[in-house]
């Protein structure tokens, strides 16, 4: 019943969890055989959220995808369930070597990986902010040898709350490093290595921050990328108009583009919208339009190697495409085309490193 439900309200960079859990759960429900979350799917059963519109503007470049039924919807409803299939894989393989390993779920917001891989005898940490603990402890209260860490993954104090690491130790940050830029990802990982040496972490980041939206569209046929333009548009308008004024004066004030718009009304923005290139929106949408804080140098990985650099102790195990050997029979023409494309030119990406 409504009133059963819990409320959660959120925004910026947090909310985004709220769409990872529903995309979780409407790929199990839609394609269990490709990815299958039980606990998601009764998770969004116990939320009193609007799930339709995130409070989140979605991504340039991979925002105008389609989702598995073939309608156009928001990237991470259909992305993120491919992270965490790919992630779940690699801690099953971590936790047959190491049974009784520690596991840590970095910036774990509403992540159910532990009831999918969990074997009875590990030890599971889910880290996040105060405020998104509090969110999870209502809905998901601590099963027994899980621990919930309510502080940044900038706090260095949170590492000596991880007390179990005579198995090894393995992490998991899920869609969260990009928000950070290129000083605060150095100081993660040198920390990492101070205090779990020869522990793993699998995440995933972005090559490039410009997304190829002008060269992507024009894989399409010029009449499905006027309808993608169309639902960009609407997307967009929906994210505007529910957005605080104090938010829309912070996004027009960031814009890098030639001129601005009259006003902060969605009419103003969609007359200033239609006066410039896909590409140069494209370039407006993430350093104004995007709930990365603006000003900074939002961090992109292209070559796993790069880290090595900033930290002789970090190797590299792994890197490959976000969709690699994600089966596709059952996804839209849409969705294959898009996956295809990405996987391609390496836009987004898989690494797993040992610290």
């Known amino acids: 019943m409504q009133q059963d439900k819990v409320k959660v309200t959120l925004g910026g960079i947090s909310a985004s969890m709220l769409s990872c859990l529903w995309g979780r759960a409407q790929l199990s429900k839609d394609h269990s055989s490709l990815f299958y979350d039980a606990k998601a799917i009764e998770l969004v059963e116990k939320i009193d959220y609007d799930f339709s519109a995130s409070d989140v503007p979605p991504f340039v470049g991979i925002m105008l995808m389609f989702n598995l039924s073939g309608k156009v919807n928001r990237p991470e409803f259909c992305l993120g369930p491919i992270r965490a299939k790919q992630f779940d894989e690699k801690a099953k393989a971590y936790i047959a070597e190491h049974p009784r390993a520690s596991v840590i779920n970095i910036a774990a917001g509403l992540d159910t990986t532990f009831y999918r891989v969990d074997n009875g005898l ?51 940050a899920g869609g969260v490093l990009g928000w950070f830029d290129k000083s605060e990802v150095e100081q993660f990982f040198s920390m990492l290595a101070d205090n779990f040496p020869d522990g793993e972490i699998v995440f995933d980041a972005m090559s ?51 001129t601005k718009p009259k006003g902060t009304e969605w009419a103003d923005i969609e007359a200033w919208w239609n006066q410039h290139s896909d590409e140069e929106m494209a370039e407006a949408f993430m350093t104004a339009f995007s709930p990365i804080p603006s000003g900074g140098d939002q961090w992109a990985l292209e070559d796993a190697n790069e880290i090595t650099k900033w930290d002789n102790r970090i190797t590299v195990i792994d890197q490959f495409p976000m969709s690699k050997n994600i089966p596709r029979e059952s996804l839209s023409a849409d969705m294959r085309r898009f996956m295809d494309y990405s996987d391609e030119r390496g836009e987004w990406n898989i690494f797993h490193l040992r610290v």
């Open 122 to 172: 590990i030890h599971w940490y889910d880290l996040d902010l105060p405020a998104v603990i509090d969110i999870r402890r209502q809905l998901l209260p601590e099963p027994d040898r899980v621990t919930y860490i309510a502080k940044s993954l900038l706090d260095p104090s949170w590492c000596k709350d991880i007390t179990h690491t005579e198995d090894g130790v393995f992490m998991i």
């Open 208 to 258: 490039r921050l410009d997304g190829g939206f002008r060269t992507w569209m024009d894989n399409f046929p010029p009449e499905q990328q006027d309808a993608m333009r169309a639902a960009w548009m609407e997307a967009m308008k929906e994210w505007w108009e529910k957005a605080p004024q104090d938010q829309k004066d912070k996004a027009i004030t960031a814009l890098k583009t030639p």
